[in-house]
């Protein structure tokens, strides 16, 4: 008998479909940055709660997209050969190696292992219409200018966009409803400052 919590339309047969397809909910999750400055009651939102929950979801992707890494290795339906050429085209790619330091100093409040190295900057609200807050999340990398600001959703992309080409360079299949990597999503510049903890990697 089947069981009741399995939905085969969310929950593949192979495991790195799983994952990947989680990493990819996150992902949609990181681009939804727009957020009413009121509410349908008229009350202002509460910026700060939302930079959080905001905040929450794009360490939350850098977490799960870098363990789509474990899934693979740990995914018996690979072929030896296949398997670590993913493994090793993942621990190649900058992109992949980026989400990794993210995930880890994350994780850890501090970076041991480091890659490239990346951290957070700040997180931001800004308005330029007066009727929407623009979320963004800010990162420094370890391998360019410290004073060049970047968005998480642009690391974010890039590192979708690198599961995509290592997984289909194995001709195996993506998971349902992957997101459409087709158009790199576009990061507002610093508007203005909210307060941010900044704990962390």
Known sequence: MPSPWKDEDWFPERAYQEQLARSGRLYRRVLDRAVPIEGPDGQL???E???AWYSDDAWSFFINACHVRDWVKNDETFEPAARERI?????ASRAL?????????????????RRIGAKLSSTRAGTRD????QLELYLTLGDEDP???VGAVTVAFEGMREWQRI??????PLPKGFPDLSVAPTVSGP???TPAKSHGN
């Open 45 to 47: 939102t509460d910026i």
């Open 167 to 172: 997984i289909e360079s194995e001709r195996l």
């Open 130 to 133: 007066g009727k929407n807050w």
């Open 49 to 51: 709660e939302r930079l």
């Open 97 to 113: 190696r980026l989400c990794a330091d993210l995930a880890n100093g994350r994780k850890h409040l501090a970076l041991g292992r």
């Open 147 to 149: 004073e060049r600001l």
């Open 87 to 91: 493994l090793d085209a993942a621990e």
């Open 191 to 193: 508007i203005c400052d």
